[in-house]
């Protein structure tokens, strides 16, 4: 079987803990979440069924070396020893003093703590009931995910996929790319000799025909292109097509 490389990070990532899950193939689902997100520690506190069995793996779709280097603890006691920050995802409110926050807040919260180099953890309960009050007691603070009042319940995989892509835009994804195909963006060199270029064959053409305006009208020009985020090969396009200015 082909194996995924785990998304690389420019720093800690939060811990997954999955407490008593029913459904192996929920299990490898959740991995499948984790990868799309850049997650990569996942414990198992005493699931139901096998994390590492076919319908698991089938599950995972690609991300099977996370379920390869799972953890699988007798307790959630004992798979918490390690960690110093604690979030436990909640459909509802309890009858406990916790605070209580939505995703964005908490992983703000978290980003704190890692940079501090403690580990943290978000917690998840089983699929029919989620987690039970002896759970929750061990938790540091409690999350919830804004959704439909009516409606809220999510499956296992789906509450991991909603705090691991919101942590993922907040520290780990650019707002905003810019696709260049099989190019790159041009250097300012490359652009200096076009718009040199460019500002020579329209001055030979007579463009710049008020001398008064001359300088406004070149920092126009210049001012163009250098906000488009030419690629290289468009400037050769460019040149191409000044060519056929007399």
């Not at 979440?33 to 995972?60: D, F, T, W, Y």
């Not at 919830?144 to 991991?160: D, E």
């Not at 300088?215 to 468009?234: P, Q, V």
Request: hydrophobic share 40%; with cysteine; charged share 20%.
């Amino acid at each position: 079987m082909k194996k995924v490389p785990l998304a690389s990070s420019s720093g800690l990532s939060p811990i997954v803990i999955l407490v008593r899950p029913q459904l192996a193939v929920n299990i490898g689902m959740v991995a499948r979440a984790m990868m799309n997100c850049g997650l990569s520690e996942l414990r198992l506190v005493q699931p139901k069924e096998n994390h590492l069995s076919p319908e698991a793996i089938s599950g995972s779709s690609g991300a099977a070396v996370i379920l390869e280097q799972a953890r699988v603890f007798d307790s959630l006691q004992s798979a918490l020893q390690d960690i110093q920050y604690v979030q436990a995802t909640t459909a509802r409110v309890r009858d406990m003093a916790k605070r209580v926050y939505v995703p964005e807040k908490a992983h703000a919260l978290t980003a704190k703590r890692l940079t501090k180099g403690q580990k943290v953890a978000w917690l998840f309960g089983p699929e029919r009931t989620g987690l039970e009050n002896d759970d929750l007691i061990m938790a540091d603070a409690l999350v919830q995910i804004p959704l439909n009042p009516a409606h809220s319940s999510l499956n296992l995989s789906q509450a991991v996929l909603i705090m691991g892509y919101t942590w993922w835009i907040r520290h780990k994804k650019p707002t905003e790319i810019l696709m260049t195909g099989n190019s790159k963006v041009a250097n300012k060199h490359e652009l200096d000799l076009f718009l040199d270029s460019l500002e020579h064959k329209l001055e030979r053409a007579g463009y710049f025909h008020f001398p008064e305006k001359t300088d406004r009208m070149k920092r126009n020009l210049r001012n163009i292109f250098t906000r488009s985020d030419l690629t290289s090969s468009e400037i050769k396009t460019l040149y191409s097509v000044i060519s056929y200015i007399k």
